[in-house]
Nanobody
Framework: QVQLVESGGGLVQAGGSLRLSCAAS????????MGWFRQAPGKEREFVAG????????YYADSVKGRFTISRDNAKNTVYLQMNSLKPEDTAVYYC?????????????????WGQGTQVTVSS
């Protein structure tokens, strides 16, 4: 079955950087729009960033615009999230998700596949 495996999370001080990776397998990666979401304790899962299957379009939540960058390498079946200028409020479990043949959406239920998540903790 389809697998999405996130990595790169960890503990970092405020102002620091992390790069998350999500490796996909058992799907035609270039046909999937990819998204990054996050979920903090006691809160709903929220959209962070997305990159279209065509590779040309990206979209960011206002809370991360200018600090986070999403990118993809179709040859490696991998999507990345470069996170700079991290803040304590960025602390959450970060998930990648895949959506077949469609554009970027912020709606959780419209993604077909999900990874298991990676913890990001930003200390003040």
């Amino acid at each position: 079955q389809v697998q999405l495996v996130e990595s790169g999370g960890g503990l970092v001080q405020a102002g620091g950087s992390l790069r998350l990776s999500c490796a996909a397998s058992r799907l035609t990666f270039s046909r999937y729009t990819m998204g990054w979401f996050r979920q903090a304790p006691g809160k709903e899962r929220e959209f962070v960033a997305g990159i279209a299957w065509s590779g040309g379009g990206t979209y960011y939540a206002d809370s991360v615009k200018g600090r986070f960058t999403i990118s993809r390498d179709n040859a490696k079946n991998t999507v990345y999230l470069q996170m700079n200028s991290l803040k304590p409020e960025d602390t959450a479990v970060y998930y990648c998700a895949a959506r077949s043949w469609s554009g970027i959406t912020q709606i959780v239920r419209e993604y077909d596949y999900w990874g298991q998540g990676t913890q990001v903790t930003v200390s003040s």
